[in-house]
């Protein structure tokens, strides 16, 4: 054994007892390589788990990428756990674990706790350090208030490499903190409450948009330092912005320098392709039962929120976790221990998570990107749920995009295809998504989805916005859909921000910035955002003159709001309307109005009538805008 490298351990018998039975959820403060001082020297102590490998050397420009002159010494006790200290190195350094094992291969492998990698397609680690001065005392204070399910949240959902890129150099990627000079005062001038970064992880394949990862603790440096993301997590949080990131347990890729046959065995992943390997992405999946692996990936979850002071956690591709025939054809999946189809191993470890999650951090939310009827995905785990805060609502967002394509003329045909969603919207705590899945692969973008002309595009695109916001549960919308980006998303590019100039994109822009507005500052469209009684119906019958109406409903019934939606391009006159009080009810939002490139239709301020209708006592007459919606609010 090489006296190049120094024996020492951060672990203690306690972290190894922890981390062999799963429950270590802090691995990132003892995994990985951390600078230390021992003895007056400096040096880096590394450590890395590798259970079947007979030797691990660290190799890297210090020792000339030499696999002979630094070995690191495995534990006695049977842990599997590499670890060292080599001196006179430090932050800056790159490096690589050389593994050989039993059976002679020899593998080079970034390190699974590395903070910082080059950038690709160089694939090396770096030693880094995740220091940082925050300055968002008063956000961090604050965020339990911010962050509640009877609070308002609307979320930006963006991609870093493909919101906006150098104007003067197109392929150059802006850096986060360019980046930070520009998204914070963009999103809120437009008024939304959180964004969401697509995942940020380090990622060899661009074009994966991040959800083939490698190093799970690093972020990517395409675009920076972790510093320099702290800076802008931190500008969004200093302007009242909180910031939920895409988090991806649910497979990882077979890079050679990644974490798949990491030390030449099924370590992360199952050895039986019909459990390990995902079909659908040329992936491999975590193997859940395993408790290193559960302990590696809450650790990793903790980690963005302790380290990068993340606010919520959006889980992807929860279905593909839950179920053992996900994209499977019969005889290509393994039943569970009874015979069904359910991941019992995955649906502990969810559950462990968000346990893991709340208990540490309870003012921040985890949100399940789940498409399934699978129950309880947000119900409390004590009550039998997964125990997530959120679950995107993809009913909802495929049969709202799928009626709005229609033509007017047919929507009648399809008018369940808007009502339906109120017979299961209070079974969960629903997120409701136009993400930027539903904005690729020919699928068109959001405006381009609509029918008609671009008037009507434009106003159908306000319309299902309004539908949106005056629905209940809590809402996201994918970067570009704000002012009608008319191309699909392409990943290798900046958003078409040159449209802004035209009235219709402008006027979209504008509306959207009202809209959110009136989200925040009517409490009837969030106090009760997940229960029925925020919500009824008043007219969902009548599919003739596709007409919706429904009253929203906060904890104080004087500030109730009365939504009425006309989805054809024809301008009704008197079009009565049951509302629940008497009195004047004035027209606080239109989505037709001359400034967001409506048709200007003026309804004014209205005065109910002693006339029951709709199972109200009072009623009122309405001039309905075409392809839009208003929202009434009583004044006297």
Avoid: C
Wanted: charged residues 20%.
């Amino acid at each position: 054994m090489s006296k190049a490298i120094e024996v020492f351990s951060l672990f203690t018998d306690f972290d190894i007892s922890l981390f062999r039975s799963g429950k270590h959820f802090r691995l990132y403060e003892k995994f990985g390589s951390q600078t230390v001082f021992l003895d007056g020297r400096q040096g880096v102590y590394f450590a890395v788990w590798a259970p079947n490998a007979k030797k691990i050397s660290v190799i890297g420009n210090f020792n000339g990428w030499n696999p002979y002159s630094h070995e690191l010494y495995v534990r006695w006790d049977e842990s599997g756990i590499w670890e060292g200290v080599i001196f006179n190195i430090g932050i800056g350094e790159v490096y690589k674990y050389r593994i050989e094992t039993y059976s002679g291969e020899i593998l080079e492998k970034a390190d699974p706790f590395s903070l910082t990698m080059e950038i690709p397609p160089k694939t090396a680690s770096v030693v880094s350090t995740t220091w940082h001065q925050w300055q968002d005392d008063k956000w961090m204070r604050d965020r339990h208030e911010r962050n509640r399910l009877d609070r308002p949240m609307s979320v930006y959902e963006l991609h870093i490499g493909s919101w906006i890129r150098d104007p003067y150099n197109p392929d150059r990627l802006l850096s986060y903190r360019e980046i930070a000079e520009k998204l914070v005062p963009y999103v809120k001038s437009l008024g939304f409450t959180h964004v969401e970064f697509m995942p940020i992880m380090e990622h060899p394949y661009y074009p994966s948009w991040g959800y083939q990862i490698t190093g799970y603790f690093a972020a990517s440096s395409r675009y920076g330092t972790p510093q320099e993301l702290m800076y802008l997590i931190e500008q969004l949080h200093k302007n009242e912005i909180g910031v939920i990131l895409d988090w991806v347990p649910s497979h990882f890729p077979g890079d050679a320098h990644g974490l798949y046959r990491f030390d030449g065995s099924a370590l992360y992943e199952h050895e039986d392709i019909r459990k390990g390997f995902h079909p659908d992405w040329k992936s491999y999946i975590f193997n859940y039962g395993r408790n290193e692996v559960r302990s590696f990936l809450i650790s990793n979850a903790i980690f963005w929120l302790d380290r990068y002071h993340i606010d919520g956690l959006r889980v992807d591709a929860v279905a593909s976790m839950l179920y053992l025939d996900y994209s499977r054809n019969e005889g290509e999946w393994i039943p569970n221990e009874f015979g069904g189809r359910e991941n019992l191993e995955a649906v502990y470890f969810l559950k462990e998570f968000n346990e893991a999650v709340y208990s540490n951090y309870p003012d921040v939310q985890t949100i399940a990107e789940e498409s399934t009827s699978w129950p309880g995905v947000s119900k409390p785990t004590y009550d039998g749920g997964l125990g997530f805060g959120m679950k995107w609502m993809m009913g909802w967002m495929h049969d709202t995009l799928n009626y709005f394509k229609e033509d007017p003329i047919h929507r009648k045909y399809h008018h369940s295809q808007l009502t339906f969603s109120s017979v299961y919207a209070y079974h969960e705590h629903f997120m409701l998504p136009l993400s930027h899945d539903e904005v690729v692969y020919g699928k068109q973008s959001l405006v381009n989805k609509m029918s008609g002309d671009e008037w009507q595009k434009f106003a159908n695109l306000r319309a299902l916005y309004l539908f949106m916001y005056t629905f209940s549960g809590t809402k996201l919308i994918f970067m570009g859909g704000e002012f009608g980006q008319t191309s699909e998303w392409n990943v290798n590019q900046s958003l078409d921000w040159h449209l802004m100039v035209f009235p219709p994109h402008k006027g979209l822009f504008e509306f959207l910035k009202k809209l959110n507005a009136t989200y925040k500052e009517q409490p009837a469209l969030y106090e009760k955002a997940f229960s029925p009684e925020g919500f009824e119906w008043l007219e969902l019958n009548d599919a003739d003159n596709s007409v919706l109406a429904y009253v929203r409903k906060g904890h104080d019934r004087h500030n109730d709001l009365v939504v009425v939606l006309n989805l054809t391009p024809v301008v009704r006159e008197g079009y009565r309307i049951g509302v629940p009080s008497k009195g004047n009810w004035e027209v606080i939002f239109n989505s037709d109005e001359l400034e967001y490139f409506g048709s200007g239709v003026n309804i004014g301020n209205i005065k109910s009538d002693a006339i029951h209708w709709m199972n109200q006592d009072n009623s009122v007459s309405l001039k309905l805008p075409p392809l839009g919606g208003v929202i009434l609010k009583l004044t006297t």
